[in-house]
């Protein structure tokens, strides 16, 4: 029921393992680790009857519940602890990897739990119950049903995860490689963990680079990074010095887009690749079949006049949208939202993917095109404009407004 990453396939430890894996024996440069498969899962919940949740007031903190309790067989513990021993019992990032996740269909960015900075064997089991109990949270079981993979959600979902050596990131991001091998590679970066720009909490650095090698960039106001502080994940303030500092320099950038051509290679096709880099090595996290390229590359930085009619952010998702404004600025306020309403929030995270099906459209103050919630308005054919400063309190509740995701530009008659 382990099985070491390397030899991990899609068909029994789920799309992220099995790509990486793929990665692995290629030779390129992916953290070593191991995968707990889709057997250990169905083991695990085989005799939970997990429909007869189906009918309790509160069915999915109830099955979530029962998972999370469940014991892990003692051969998986052994296994576990030697697969462990291994990596010489360090720090490791316990993350999902489930079936039907990371395809050309659809990615479930976001959809399921993943950890970071877990040490110990108890504590790499108590994650990996986590990541299984997540298959059936009410974001991922809305994602399945907006992807078309509904179906009867207490029976049909499995979960494999994927164990690998934690990595203390100095910079860390995300690059789109393009369908048309001809066309620019985009590149997104920022300081630290890399949970911070595919959450969307902190807008990135965005480079572009052509087929000829040059490089284009525009550099962001990086106000927070995430980081390791033993087993705690800490998030701070950036040095003002170091906020407006590109994270990666030009050879760098192409360095990444000549590795992010080789991944694509592999992978048959256009690929969304999370990157990190530790002590001048670059490592590749994840990568996945892009499932909805992103809008042309971002207009200029967005501008904080007061009294422009237009506001201006990247573009992150395609389509023009008209309708009242919506001002979310968490879980509190989600009641408030109705079909058709736009959303305008400090930025989201996964949690709020069920907004998103009802949600005309999108308005983030911070994040970039290449994190999850844009990619997720991109697959519910959604706009998204991102990283407008001040968007939550320079429009207002109930004000129409018009949102066009291919110019990153929203108007409204009083914003």
């Known amino acids: 029921m382990i099985v070491p990453l390397i030899s991990a396939a899609a068909d029994t430890c789920g799309g992220k393992a099995g790509a990486l894996g793929a990665l692995l024996r290629a030779g390129l440069p992916v953290p070593d ?69 990371d395809t050309g269909q659809a990615s479930a960015a976001g959809q399921h739990d993943s950890f970071l900075a877990v040490r110990g064997i108890g504590a790499v089991t108590d994650a990996i119950r986590a990541c299984w109990a997540s298959l059936f949270t009410s974001r991922a079981i809305d994602y399945r049903g907006a992807s078309g993979r509904g179906g009867r959600p207490f029976a049909d979902p499995v979960m494999a995860v994927l164990v690998q050596r934690h990595l203390d990131a100095e910079v860390s991001g995300v690059m789109f490689t393009p369908a048309d091998p001809h066309d620019a590679i985009r590149i997104e970066a920022s300081w630290g963990l890399g949970p911070s720009i595919v959450g969307g909490t902190v807008t990135p650095d965005a480079y572009l680079v052509t087929e000829d090698g040059s490089v284009t960039h525009t550099i962001a106001d990086k106000r927070t990074r995430l980081d390791r502080r033993g087993r705690q994940l800490v998030v701070s303030d950036v040095p003002t010095g170091a906020r407006d500092r590109p994270t990666i320099d030009d050879a760098t950038a192409r360095q990444l887009a000549e590795l992010g051509k080789e991944i694509a290679a592999v992978r048959g ?89 009802i949600a005309a459209g999108v308005i983030t103050e911070t994040g970039g095109v290449l994190s999850h ?18 968007a939550t309190s320079r429009l207002h509740d109930d004000s129409t407004i018009t949102i066009d995701g291919a110019t990153g530009t929203v108007t409204a008659a009083n914003a």
């Open 269 to 357: 096709g256009p690929q969304d690749i999370e990157w990190a880099i530790v002590d001048g090595r670059t490592w590749i996290l994840q990568a996945r079949p892009v499932t909805a390229a992103p809008p042309a590359w971002p207009s200029p930085a967005a501008h904080t006049s007061a009294a422009a009619p237009t506001l201006t952010g990247a573009p992150g998702s395609r389509g023009v949208a008209t309708g009242p404004a919506r001002i979310v600025r968490g879980p509190g306020d989600f009641a408030r939202v109705h079909p058709g309403d736009i959303l305008v929030c400090p930025f989201t995270d996964p949690a709020w993917t069920p907004l998103l099906r």
């Open 373 to 390: 919630a844009a990619i997720v308005a991109r697959e519910h054919g959604i706009p998204a404009v991102l990283g407008i400063p001040n």
């Open 33 to 101: 680790g191991f995968v707990v498969s889709f057997a250990a899962y169905r083991a695990a919940v085989r005799d939970l009857d997990l429909e007869r949740f189906a009918g309790e007031p509160d069915h999915l903190d109830a099955v979530r519940r029962a998972i999370e309790a469940r014991p892990v067989h003692a051969t998986v513990i052994d296994a576990l602890g030697r697969a462990l021993d291994e990596l010489g019992d360090p720090p490791v990032a316990v993350r999902s990897s489930a079936a039907h996740e």
